[in-house]
Nanobody
Framework: QVQLVESGGGLVQAGGSLRLSCAAS????????MGWYRQAPGKQRELVAT???????NYANSVKGRFTISRENAKNTVYLQMNMLKPEDTAVYYC????????????WGQGTQVTVSS
C-alpha cells in the first residue's frame, strides 16, 4: 500500500504560478510512475502529467509548455510546477502512484484545490 500526501494548492491570479508537491510513503516498486490528474467541477478526471522513475514524462496537450513535472526519487516526491496559469486550470489536483509503467489502478492522494482567478 502506498500513501500520498499533496501540498501546494491555493488561489492565484491568471498568469501566476504554483508548485504542487506530493510525498509518497509505503511499499513502492523501484520501477514506477507518478503523476498528477485533475478534476474540475462537472467534468471527468483527466491526466495532467506523469513521470516514470527513470525520468520519462508525458503531458496533456493543454498544459504543455506551461507545466513541468519532476521528481526526487530519494525522497519519493513528485512536483508539478505550474506557470502561466489560466482560469480553466481550476480543479482539484490529485497525485497518483502506479506500480510499473502501466497507468491503471494505482494509489491516489486526497487532492489539493487549485483556483485560478481571472
Amino acid at each position: 500500500q502506498v500513501q500520498l500526501v499533496e501540498s501546494g494548492g491555493g488561489l492565484v491570479q491568471a498568469g501566476g504560478s504554483l508548485r504542487l508537491s506530493c510525498a509518497a510513503s509505503g511499499s513502492m516498486f523501484a520501477i514506477n510512475t507518478m503523476g498528477w490528474y485533475r478534476q474540475a467541477p462537472g467534468k471527468q478526471r483527466e491526466l495532467v502529467a506523469t513521470i516514470r522513475s527513470r525520468g520519462g514524462t508525458n503531458y496533456a496537450n493543454s498544459v504543455k509548455g506551461r507545466f513541468t513535472i519532476s521528481r526526487e526519487n530519494a525522497k519519493n516526491t513528485v512536483y508539478l510546477q505550474m506557470n502561466m496559469l489560466k482560469p480553466e486550470d481550476t480543479a482539484v489536483y490529485y497525485c497518483v502512484y502506479f506500480a510499473g509503467y502501466v497507468t491503471s489502478g494505482g494509489s491516489w492522494g486526497q487532492g489539493t484545490q487549485v483556483t485560478v482567478s481571472s
